[in-house]
């Protein structure tokens, strides 16, 4: 038997409640490979899942986790054998497949990634799809051009999960970052992930009738979208880069196209869902690299599957802190 957090939904009713069951090795869905998780975490998404839904859930019964790492416990294609240590992010794994609130996954080998050298699976789930997600973001800004010595690259919603990833990514690898966040007692934490500023959220929040501002940025991983993504790309240096990550402070960009035009500043529209294979190894690579790990060990929560009902409650309205990591071992 298996021990997983199963979702059910009560059709007269519509209401869905989440509850720790055992089920059998038979019930999971079909794929070439089943991997023993032992870690997952919590993203918003998650909350969603395990709770209202949000239009995510294909159907019920469900078990949610949209990201996990494990071993290898059988499979039937030739990438993966018994024993390999593994990773999953993405490929809406966890709402439309069942995902990694359980002891057991059963999905297909094409939405793994070797774990990398350097990497162990609990750490793996402490940078989950919110650092991925970073880490993605940084080599968008890369490939266009950004390099340390540049000058400061802008961090938005800093003391989240993208941002506290990429902050401390990109000071590692020797840029100065400037970063972005709501919360004054954030700044320490930050300073101490690689932040060299720390720059207000009102500082940006206000929305400017001058299209261009003074130029600033050599590059910016924004998780906050809305109007401070349209003020930042108007304090963008000549042709620098935003890799456009999240939604954190709203879907509507209110912007102009003239830093597009007069200083050939580039939007990065950056997925983290249905990443192409070499991206996704490149990506995880880099993370066993680039993210000093000892940094993100104060901000892991470990978790039970049995918390995850309150924590999943808790993340919908805002409430939870840190990288919850949750324990399947
Ligand atoms: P978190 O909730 O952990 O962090 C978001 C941060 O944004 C907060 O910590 C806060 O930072 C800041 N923030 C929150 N509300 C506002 C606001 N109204 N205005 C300005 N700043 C605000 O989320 P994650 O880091 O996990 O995710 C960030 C975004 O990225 C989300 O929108 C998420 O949906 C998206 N995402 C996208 C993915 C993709 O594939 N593109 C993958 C993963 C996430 P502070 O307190 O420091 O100000």
Same mark, same amino acid.
């Given at each position: 038997?298996?021990r997983?957090?199963v979702?059910?939904k009560d059709?007269?009713?519509?209401?869905?409640s989440?509850?720790?069951?055992?089920i059998?090795?038979?019930?999971?869905?079909?794929?070439?490979?089943?991997?023993a998780v032992?870690y997952?975490?919590?993203?918003?998404?998650?909350?969603l899942?395990?709770g209202p839904?949000?239009?995510?859930?294909r159907?019920?019964p469900?078990?949610?986790?949209?990201?996990f790492?494990?071993?290898?416990?059988s499979s039937?294609?030739d990438?993966?054998?018994p024993?390999?240590?593994?990773?999953l992010?993405g490929?809406?794994?966890?709402?439309?497949?069942?995902?990694g609130?359980a002891?057991?996954?059963?999905?297909?080998?094409d939405?793994l990634?070797?774990?990398?050298?350097g990497?162990?699976t609990r750490?793996a789930?402490?940078?989950g799809?919110a650092?991925?997600?970073a880490?993605?973001?940084?080599?968008?800004l890369?490939?266009?051009?950004?390099a340390?010595?540049?000058?400061?690259v802008?961090v938005?919603g800093?003391?989240?999960?993208?941002?506290?990833?990429?902050?401390a990514i990109?000071?590692?690898l020797?840029?100065?970052?400037?970063?972005?966040?709501?919360?004054?007692e954030?700044?320490d934490?930050?300073r101490?992930l690689?932040?060299?500023q720390?720059?207000a959220?009102?500082?940006l929040a206000?929305?400017t009738?001058r299209?261009?501002?003074?130029?600033?940025?050599?590059?910016?991983v924004?998780a906050?979208?809305?109007?401070?993504?349209?003020r930042?790309?108007g304090?963008?240096?000549?042709?620098a880069?935003?890799?456009?990550?999240g939604?954190?402070g709203g879907?509507? &960009?209110?912007?102009k +196209?003239?830093p597009?035009? $007069?200083?050939g500043?580039n939007? @990065? #529209?950056? =997925?983290?869902?249905?990443?192409?294979y070499e991206?996704?190894?490149?990506?995880w690579?880099?993370?066993?690299?680039?993210l000093?790990m000892?940094? &993100?060990?104060?901000? +892991?929560?470990?978790?039970? $599957?049995?918390?995850l009902?309150? @924590? #999943?409650? =808790?993340?919908?309205?805002?409430?939870?802190q840190?990288r919850?990591?949750?324990d399947?071992t």
């Amino acid at each position: 038997m298996i021990r997983a957090l199963v979702v059910e939904k009560d059709e007269e009713s519509g209401k869905t409640s989440a509850a720790v069951r055992e089920i059998e090795e038979s019930d999971l869905p079909d794929g070439e490979v089943t991997v023993a998780v032992e870690y997952s975490t919590l993203n918003y998404k998650d909350g969603l899942c395990i709770g209202p839904g949000g239009g995510l859930v294909r159907s019920y019964p469900h078990v949610p986790g949209i990201d996990f790492a494990g071993t290898v416990e059988s499979s039937s294609d030739d990438r993966y054998k018994p024993g390999d240590k593994v990773v999953l992010t993405g490929w809406r794994v966890g709402e439309a497949h069942w995902g990694g609130y359980a002891e057991k996954a059963r999905v297909r080998a094409d939405w793994l990634v070797p774990l990398p050298e350097g990497l162990d699976t609990r750490q793996a789930m402490a940078v989950g799809t919110a650092g991925f997600t970073a880490m993605l973001g940084v080599m968008a800004l890369e490939r266009h051009g950004l390099a340390p010595g540049q000058g400061p690259v802008l961090v938005t919603g800093a003391s989240g999960g993208v941002g506290s990833v990429a902050t401390a990514i990109l000071g590692r690898l020797g840029h100065e970052v400037a970063a972005v966040t709501g919360r004054p007692e954030s700044a320490d934490y930050l300073r101490s992930l690689g932040a060299t500023q720390i720059v207000a959220r009102a500082d940006l929040a206000e929305t400017t009738k001058r299209p261009l501002e003074a130029e600033t940025w050599s590059g910016c991983v924004d998780a906050v979208g809305g109007p401070m993504l349209a003020r930042v790309l108007g304090q963008m240096k000549y042709g620098a880069s935003v890799a456009a990550v999240g939604l954190a402070g709203g879907a509507e &960009l209110p912007a102009k +196209v003239v830093p597009f035009l $007069l200083r050939g500043v580039n939007l @990065l #529209g950056i =997925d983290s869902v249905m990443q192409p294979y070499e991206n996704r190894l490149e990506a995880w690579q880099r993370i066993a690299r680039d993210l000093p790990m000892e940094k &993100l060990e104060d901000m +892991v929560r470990p978790a039970r $599957l049995s918390d995850l009902p309150q @924590l #999943g409650a =808790d993340i919908l309205k805002g409430q939870v802190q840190g990288r919850v990591v949750v324990d399947l071992t």
